[in-house]
């Protein structure tokens, strides 16, 4: 198995609403990343974990709330955002040197109105 | 700050044709890599070089860097249809796991 997978594929949320964005890989990577990407624009790096400890925050407004619970999952939890929040959030592994050669989800596409 | 800087912003060309993109980046790094992304989809490794070396190839890739003028070049060779896609370099300068990637140069292989 060489995926990661991310549920939903879509999100539409209100400014209120908390949800919970999911990413999966059983490859036995130890690094797992969240990144955000707008259109026509690169990802953005939110959040490292490496060994199921977050090694890197970019400074990300704590209405996005990661959460490792073990080394095949990570969730991104999602509260109160805005609508400039709305964007394409992936989710990537790694198994070698931390930041090299990254596994990609599809991502999820968020919408919040 | 912007680490990795890509030019062109977008190239169209014909299936057939070899397709260059060119990455600049500003400090000192350990590797360079290049990624692929179809179209709303997640991104995909293709190759990655490191400061020890001049050049690479994968398949129809090749890549070269030029540490000293801190520039990277990705060729396509006989590109397809399906090359279409949007093209990153992406860097970790303090090789601490922040993969920052560049602005992306944006590929179209007309049949």
């Known amino acids: 198995d060489t995926e990661v997978t991310q549920t939903p594929k879509h999100l539409v949320m209100g400014m209120t609403n908390k949800k919970s964005l999911k990413c999966e890989q059983h490859?036995?990577?130890?690094?797992m990343y969240w990144y955000k990407q707008k259109a026509k624009k690169p990802p953005e790096l939110m959040f490292v974990y490496s060994y199921e400890k977050l090694s890197i925050n970019e400074s990300v407004p704590s209405r996005f709330s990661p959460e490792c619970p073990n080394s095949s999952l990570l969730n991104l939890h999602l509260h109160a955002l805005q609508p400039e929040d709305s964007a394409l959030y992936l989710c990537?592994?790694?198994?070698?040197?931390?930041?090299?050669?990254?596994?990609f989800g599809s991502g999820t596409q968020l919408s919040v109105l | 700050s912007q680490q990795g800087e890509e030019d062109p912003q977008a190239l169209s060309i014909q299936e057939g044709e070899n397709a260059t993109m060119n990455c600049s980046y500003k400090?000192?790094?350990?590797?360079l890599q290049w990624y692929r992304q179809n179209s709303g989809r997640g991104l995909v490794h293709l190759i990655l070089?490191?400061?020890?070396?001049r050049e690479k190839h994968s398949g129809r890739l090749r890549v070269t860097l030029d540490t000293s003028k801190k520039s990277s070049s990705l060729l396509i060779t006989a590109s397809r249809a399906a090359d279409t896609a949007s093209y990153f370099c992406?860097?970790?300068?303090?090789?601490?796991?922040?993969?920052?990637f560049g602005q992306g140069t944006e590929l179209s292989v007309k049949p």
């Open positions: 990537a592994s790694s198994q070698e040197r931390l930041g090299e050669k990254l596994f």
């Open positions: 490859m036995g990577h130890r690094a």
């Open positions: 070089i490191r400061s020890n070396e």
């Open positions: 992406a860097t970790d300068p303090n090789q601490g796991g922040k993969l920052i």
């Open positions: 400090t000192s790094i350990n590797n």
